[in-house]
Structure formats: structure tokens, C-alpha cells
């Protein structure tokens, strides 16, 4: 039997399914994130696995839904093991429920002050790691709700705790799920693309896994984009306001949506204008109403802190920042981050506001092409990626032809080496294999528009 023959096999999708079964089960309950060579093997051999049942395998849509929620409910009694960000998430949502602001104390803060009527207090502190416990928080209002979920069913374990926020994000993907194929139903496209996401390795153990809830902020933006394609634009501002009450990042894609108004030829421009602004009202109405709960002068400056301490003193697994930092040493002799950090929110907003009005997004394909593009150039020049950062382009790319995104899906996990370190230096051998890949096909795609030879995009259908 040829290697062809074998692919189409009716017993190889079986194989592939036990295979994935197996080693989502070992990165749940197993792998320790320094385990650098073991994380990056199980890893492609789940992704060889994944493009198999997509491109190979007959397999119908329910068969993949399912395949779907059972490697994630393999993850529903783990304990996260490549991320400790979940400290700090049942850390805030313990303090909202005894009545305390997670904005407006550090824990170091709150530990020096002594007695916090918070179970498992200790683990959690240190569970979180220095660099979080000296910070204020930094997850917006409507992220904080899911944490307080969490403290309401489980105020006293953190297994109880990491259940019910997995829970969350496992349903904010079926969301994704049911909205992202009526979408892609609606442009025409295959519903079956949106496996593309869901089924993807990097989305089950980042998200359920990791429990970072990019899932549910991509969740409200998918259904925003179906509402607004089904002209149902006040509903789309209010899910929009909620994806950014969950992560302030869509708040960057705004300007994107002038020209979905603006261009509307069934109306006056008067008209249009006045959807328009009514439209970013709204959203900036449901993010601010969120804020009111939690609202003070303290939570104000320390947000803005917070803020200003992410583009100013953090970097990790940068592309072009880490180009911008050497050629600072060279000229300078010093690391530029304090000034390349003020300098780059503001060509993140030029380019923003160039896409936005000099590429017109009067239908839904082109409106999703520049939110993504926008998306990317903001991560192609940001100081941190952390590999959950490019959920949100994965998404986007599912109602594309371009399959940069999906290539980093696979590439952002050479990142994890950094932790196998015992300094926690980073490679730049392995930044470039991570990203050399990726900026080719951009290039290819993107710049010189031109499909790459294997349409990696394409499902069976």
C-alpha cells in the first residue's frame, strides 16, 4: 500500500483519532513545560495529525465536532502546565467575591496587609509568579465576571476553579464554533474551514488547556461580524463591546468598520455617518458601562500603569522589536525599549488608521482581510507574543485564502524553548525558525499575491 493510498484508508482517521486521544491525554496530565524537545515532538506529530483529518480524511462535520469536544473535555480535570496565568485569574475573581477591587491592590500589596480572607492563598501567590504579583491587574470587567464564576462555584479549590473556567472557554468555542460556520455559510465559503480553528492543536491546548480566554473575546467578535453581515449592526456593537470588555485588543480594530457604514449606497452619507456613530457609541458604551462596578480614580491611573508598563518594559518571543533593540545597541549601547515602546503604539495606530480608510471594506471578506492585516502588523511589531496572541489571526485567516497564520500556529510553539532554559534566555536561532517561515509566506501571499503551491486552506468536503 502507497503513502496515498494509506491517507485515504477508512481505518487511518481511526488511527489519527486514537493517536491525538493519546497525546492530548500526555499534554494534559504529563508534559512539564520545560520539556522542550518531548513538547515540540508531541506537538508536530498532533499537527501532522490535525491537517490528515482535514485534508485527507472523509470525514463529515459532526464527526469533527465531536472529535473536537472530546479532546478538549480530555483537559477538564487538568491542572494548566504551560501556563500560570490561572493564578491570577482565580486570584482576582476570589477577591471580587470578598468584595475587594483586583484593580486597585497588587498582591504583594494585599499580602503585606495580612489576614485576606482568600482560601488557598499561598499557592495561589505563588503559583501566579513574582512578575504577576507585582502588578496591578490588568484583565478587563467582563474577563473578571468568568473569574468571579469561578470563585462562586469553587471559592475553595483550585481544581473547582479551573473547571469552571475551562467550562467557560469550552463553550465560548462551540460558540465560535456554531457562529463561525454560519459565517462562513453566508460568505459562501465552506463550513467545514472553520475546523481550521477549532480543531487546531495550538486553540485546544492554548485555550482549553491554558485556559486563556481569548476563546471567549473571539467568540463575541465572530458573532459581531455574523450580526453586522446580517445587518444587524446595534446587536454587533453591543457583542463587540463585550469581546472588548474580555480583551481590550478589538478596541485597536475599530477603525476598520468606517467604511462597512460609510460606503452603505441604499442611504444618505448623513445617514450613514450618524450609524457610524452610533455604531462606536455603543461599543464604547458597553466597555465603559463594565468599567462602572470597579470604577475610581485609582483604578483609572493604575490601569493606565499597567498599560504603559506593557509597551515600555515586557518583551518576550518579539520579531521586529528584537531587530529595533540590537540596532539600538549598536548606536546606543544600551537597551531602547523605553523609547521604541512609546514609539510603537503610534505607527501600530498609523498603520491602523491607513487600512482603515485607504482600503475600502464595503462587503465581508474585505472588512475581515483588513481586521486581519491590522491585527498582524500590530503583532509583527509588538515587544511580547506569547503564542495564545495569534487566536484572534487564526480566526480571521479561517475566512481567508492565507495560510501564514496557520504556519505560526504550528511555528509560535519553537517559543516554549525560552522556559527550558535556566535563565530563561531566549534563541534567536529559534526566533528565526519560528518566524522566517511565517514572513515568507506573508511576503508571498500578501505582497506579491500569489497562492502558494499546496492550497493549505482547502478541507474535504
Not at 458573532?223 to 480583551?247: D, M, N, P, R, T
Not at 463594565?290 to 518594559?313: D, K, M, V
Request: charged fraction near 10%; charge should be positive; hydrophobic fraction near 50%.
Amino acid at each position: 500500500m502507497n503513502l496515498l493510498s494509506f491517507l485515504k484508508s477508512r481505518s487511518t482517521p481511526l488511527i489519527a483519532f486514537i493517536l491525538c486521544f493519546t497525546l492530548y491525554n500526555w499534554f494534559a496530565y504529563n508534559l512539564v513545560r520545560e520539556q522542550f524537545s518531548l513538547l515540540l515532538t508531541l506537538y508536530s506529530i498532533l499537527c501532522l495529525s490535525f491537517v490528515y483529518l482535514l485534508k485527507y480524511a472523509t470525514l463529515s462535520f459532526k464527526q469533527l465536532s465531536y472529535m473536537a469536544f472530546v479532546f478538549r473535555a480530555l483537559f477538564i480535570l487538568a491542572i494548566p502546565n504551560l501556563s500560570q496565568d490561572f493564578y491570577r485569574f482565580i486570584w482576582d475573581g476570589r477577591l471580587i467575591w470578598e468584595g475587594l477591587n483586583p484593580y486597585l491592590f497588587t498582591p504583594n500589596q494585599l499580602l503585606d496587609l495580612g489576614n485576606l480572607p482568600i482560601a488557598e492563598i499561598d499557592t495561589l501567590y505563588q503559583g501566579m509568579g513574582a512578575l504577576s504579583a507585582m502588578h496591578y491587574s490588568n484583565y478587563p470587567p467582563l474577563n473578571q465576571l468568568c473569574f468571579l464564576l469561578a470563585a462562586v462555584w469553587s471559592s475553595k479549590s483550585i481544581l473547582g476553579s479551573v473547571i469552571v473556567l475551562r467550562l467557560l472557554i469550552i463553550a465560548a468555542d462551540f460558540g465560535v464554533l456554531y457562529y463561525g460556520k454560519k459565517l462562513l455559510t453566508t460568505l459562501n465559503l465552506n463550513p467545514k474551514l472553520i475546523f481550521w480553528y477549532i480543531l487546531n492543536p495550538f486553540i485546544i491546548i492554548e485555550l482549553t488547556g491554558n485556559l486563556h480566554f481569548e476563546g471567549v473575546m473571539i467568540f463575541f467578535l465572530i458573532s459581531s461580524l455574523y450580526a453586522l453581515v446580517k445587518q444587524k449592526w446595534l446587536l454587533s456593537a453591543f457583542l463587540l463591546g463585550c469581546s472588548i470588555s474580555i480583551k481590550l485588543i478589538p478596541l485597536l480594530l475599530l477603525p476598520v468598520f468606517f467604511w462597512w457604514f460609510i460606503k452603505n449606497k441604499q442611504q444618505s452619507t448623513l445617514k450613514n455617518f450618524v450609524q457610524l456613530c452610533t455604531f462606536y457609541t455603543l461599543v464604547l458604551g458597553v466597555v465603559l458601562l463594565s468599567f462602572l462596578p470597579f470604577l475610581s480614580q485609582e483604578l483609572i491611573t493604575n490601569y493606565a500603569t499597567t498599560i504603559r508598563l506593557w509597551f515600555g518594559n515586557f518583551e518576550f518571543n518579539a520579531s521586529f522589536y528584537y531587530v529595533f533593540r540590537e540596532i539600538g545597541y549598536w548606536f546606543r549601547g544600551y537597551n531602547e525599549i523605553q523609547i521604541i515602546g512609546k514609539i510603537t503604539p503610534l505607527v501600530v495606530i498609523m498603520m491602523t488608521l491607513l487600512i482603515s480608510f485607504l482600503r475600502k471594506n464595503p462587503e465581508p471578506k474585505a472588512l475581515i482581510h483588513s481586521l486581519l492585516f491590522v491585527l498582524s502588523f500590530y503583532l509583527f511589531t509588538s515587544t511580547t507574543i506569547h503564542p495564545w496572541y495569534i487566536a484572534t489571526l487564526l480566526m480571521l485567516s479561517v475566512f481567508t485564502n492565507y495560510s501564514y497564520i496557520v504556519v505560526w500556529s504550528f511555528t509560535v510553539f519553537l517559543s516554549y524553548y525560552t522556559y527550558s532554559q535556566p535563565d530563561f534566555k531566549e534563541s534567536y536561532i529559534v526566533l528565526c525558525l519560528q518566524y522566517v517561515p511565517v514572513y515568507l509566506l506573508f511576503i508571498w501571499e500578501v505582497i506579491l499575491k500569489r497562492p502558494i503551491p499546496f492550497t493549505m486552506l482547502k478541507v474535504r468536503t
